[in-house]
Structures are given as C-alpha cells and as structure tokens.
C-alpha cells in the first residue's frame, strides 16, 4: 500500500510556472506507475501524464504536451510535475495517482490517490 500527498499548487498569471510534487510513503515507490490527473468542478478526471516504475517511460495529454514534464526521484519516493507556459485552461485541482499493475490513462484503474492540490492560472 502507499499513501501519497501532493504539494506544489498555487495562483500564477498565464505564461508562468509551477512544479508540483506528490511524496509517497513506503519502500517500494519503484514498483508503482504514477500518473497526474485534473479536475474541475462538474467534470470528469481528466489525464495528464503518467510516468513508468524506473521513469523510462512517459506519457502526456496533447493538451499539456510540449509544457509539462513528468519525473520521478525513486530515491526520495517522489514524483514530479513541473509545469510551463500556463494558460487559464489549466485551472484544476490536480492529483496524483499510483498503481501496482496499470499503467494507463483511465483514472479509474489507478488504486491510489493523493488528496489533490489547487492550481489556478489567472488570464
């Protein structure tokens, strides 16, 4: 089991940067896939990218592909998001996601969830 906690979300104007990070407990944070979701109000989780057990690996939504980069320091149990060329678009409460088996986009695989972070992008 592994319990995460994201941190890192804030009120930035448009063109800025953010990076969040999203700290799990436990000793096998390696043998998780993770991923970064988001959420506004009356819609659905939405995907962002998601990122292989040793990192090898990454995946983005077109819309933040090219701004975003997905890590992860499997020394320090952490996962990261940093984030560029904000738009207002991007307003959402993000979370992090970590699974055992899955690997993909569909949120309602992942088994793990952290408690999200606001991120909001002013115009």
């Known amino acids: 089991q592994v319990q995460l906690v994201e941190s890192g979300g804030g009120l930035v104007q448009a063109g800025g940067s953010l990076r969040l990070s999203c700290a799990a407990s436990?000793?096998?944070?390696?043998?998780?896939?993770m991923g970064w979701f988001r959420q506004t109000p009356g819609k659905e989780r939405e995907f962002v990218a998601l990122?292989?057990?040793?990192?090898?690996?990454?995946y983005y939504a077109d819309s933040v592909k090219g701004r975003f980069t997905i890590s992860r320091d499997n020394a320090k149990n952490t996962m990261y998001l940093q984030m560029n060329s904000l738009k207002p678009e991007d307003t959402a409460v993000y979370y992090c996601?970590?699974?055992?088996?899955?690997?993909?986009?569909?949120?309602?695989?992942?088994?793990?969830w952290g408690q999200g972070t606001q991120v909001t992008v002013s115009s």
């Open positions: 436990g000793r096998t944070f390696s043998s998780y896939a």
């Open positions: 990122i292989m057990r040793t990192g090898g690996y990454t």
């Open positions: 996601a970590a699974d055992r088996y899955y690997s993909g986009t569909y949120s309602k695989e992942y088994a793990y």
